[in-house]
């Protein structure tokens, strides 16, 4: 089976690859794949899509290769293969981002508004807390009875870093929060896709462990 990491400029391409390759290699018959063109979605059995930086500048940068978003929509929506965005790949999952004073359109494949932090938290004091949100928070488990939650461990911890908070998700799509001030939607999913707030690849063991279940979802 192989696993596709889209190349658009906007991720830590060598991290994600070296953690999915890790996890990878502990199944049969997986490979892992660098993509930067959309014909290569085709050959894909699992598509994952990093993301750092801002929202609008990861839109264009994905938009701007030949064929790329409407091979995704195909893909992901029609042929229903598994999907993982991490950080601005699961924000550009939402309707929208808001940045900057201006609004950038994002897939729409998970209804909500990418806002930033200050945005969402819900009073003076939680607005004093640091952002970005950045380092090591738990994990609290929404719905056990996904596949990709089951067996992640329930002590574990992930690594978060960002400025902006997928917002109003919708409670049947919200697997996973992060305390911060707020109820941080971490880990998201409907169907055959999933996103991921924190950064799987520099989670050390439960970071192995979310994708070594995400490679076992046969959705």
């Avoid at 932090?117 to 952002?131: A, G, N």
Wanted: glycine share 10%; charged share 20%.
């Amino acid at each position: 089976m192989n696993i596709g990491i889209i190349d658009y400029g906007s991720g830590n391409l060598h991290s994600v690859h070296h953690s999915v390759a890790h996890a990878a290699a502990r199944k049969s018959g997986m490979q892992v794949h660098t993509l930067a063109s959309a014909d290569e979605l085709q050959d894909c059995d699992y598509i994952i899509l990093p993301g750092v930086g801002h929202f609008a500048d990861c839109q264009a940068g994905l938009s701007a290769i030949d064929g790329m978003v409407d091979a995704l929509t195909e893909a992901v929506g029609e042929k229903a293969k598994p999907f993982l965005g991490i950080c601005v790949g699961m924000q550009l999952l939402a309707d929208e981002g808001h940045e900057g004073g201006n609004i950038t359109p994002g897939l729409g494949w998970i209804s909500g508004k990418v806002r930033h932090f200050v945005d969402c938290l819900p009073d003076p004091e939680s607005r004093k807390l640091k952002i970005p949100h950045m380092g090591w928070n738990s994990l609290v488990i929404t719905r056990d009875s996904h596949p990709v939650c089951a067996s992640l461990p329930r002590d574990g911890q992930m690594y978060f870093v960002h400025s902006y908070v997928f917002d109003d998700v919708p409670e049947d799509q919200l697997l996973a929060v992060a305390h911060y001030g707020m109820a941080v939607p971490a880990l998201i999913g409907r169907d055959n896709i999933i996103g991921t707030q924190f950064h799987p690849e520099k989670s050390q063991q439960a970071g192995q462990a979310m994708l070594d279940s995400f490679l076992s979802w046969r959705p």
